[in-house]
Structures are given as C-alpha cells and as structure tokens.
C-alpha cells in the first residue's frame, strides 16, 4: 500500500497573536538561518521552546521575543520541505478537493499552505500560574479529525459542513 498524504484538522479554542511571514512580510520562515534575527533554528535555543528537542529545520524564536512579548506564541509561515511534498501530492488531486487548499506564498518567493506553528502548543507557563513541575496548563487546541488525502469524500464532507475560510487568517473557521 503507498504512503499517502495526511491533514491532522485542529481547531483553536482561544484566538492567539502570531507573526505573520507570508507576503508582504520581509522576513521569512528561513530567516532562522541567519544571524542575529528573531527566529532561531530550534536545535540552536538553549532550552528550545519545546520539552524535546527540536530537528534543526524547525523555526523557534529568539529569547528576546519570547520575554518581549509574551502575548505572541507563534508564526504563519510555509515550510518548504512540506510544500514540495504536498504539491507533489496534489497532482494527483481532482478540482473538488484542491479548492480547500488555498495557497500563500512568502519573501523568498516559496508557494505552499500556511503553516501555523505554535510555541509550545500550550500556554507559555507564568511562575505564578505553575506552582510545581508536575503542573500543566491546558492545551489550546483541540483535534478534531484527520484525512488521508486520497479519501477525497470523506473531506469534502467535512468541509462543506464545517469549514468557512477566512482570506484574512488564511485557516478556515469550524462551525458545528
């Protein structure tokens, strides 16, 4: 059996601010390769914005944000490695499905969908909201279905049902 394509569809239980690195942004997911910027390849951040360590692809930012502004927890950005693959993948896609993806493209003129990457997936902790290590805060996010992109019915189904897109976010808003 060949390896298909996968979309995980998760939706936000709180708006969150991000940073924005699609056009007309100067800066892009990429920039994290290069020196003194506010995105850090994550295998170069002290302790990383995540409890494991991170491949060195993955964007994570600077300490400096982080402590600046607290109230941004992630960025909208395309990554290339998934872009290929999934254009790729989408060749073999009829019209139907291929309207829900709706591209982007950044600075460094790379095409493909947004990506959101939150940092962490949970609420950054606050010294006075974590009293002991054992302590968490709740997720953000709640999964809602996965898709093999081949199972074009399943996910026309759920979109027309659930999906409106918003051009302004670029993700898609889920009604029940």
Request: net charge positive.
């Amino acid at each position: 059996m060949k390896k298909s394509m996968k979309m995980y569809v998760y939706t936000l239980k709180n708006d969150i601010r991000v940073v924005k690195l699609l056009n007309p942004s100067k800066y892009s997911r990429t920039t994290k390769s290069t020196k003194r910027n506010f995105i850090k390849r994550c295998s170069l951040v002290p302790k990383g914005c995540m409890p494991n360590n991170l491949s060195a692809w993955d964007p994570c930012f600077s300490d400096t944000i982080v402590k600046n502004y607290p109230d941004v927890v992630g960025m909208l950005a395309i990554a290339y490695s998934d872009s290929v693959r999934l254009k790729k993948s989408l060749k073999k896609t009829s019209k139907n499905v291929l309207k829900f993806f709706k591209m982007a493209s950044d600075v460094k003129k790379i095409t493909g969908l947004p990506e959101l990457v939150l940092h962490p997936l949970t609420k950054r902790p606050s010294s006075d909201v974590i009293v002991k290590d054992s302590d968490t805060l709740e997720n953000n996010y709640e999964f809602l279905t996965k898709f093999h992109l081949n199972n074009e019915a399943k996910m026309i189904q759920f979109m027309d049902k659930h999906a409106i897109y918003d051009p302004n976010t670029l993700f898609y808003t889920y009604t029940e």
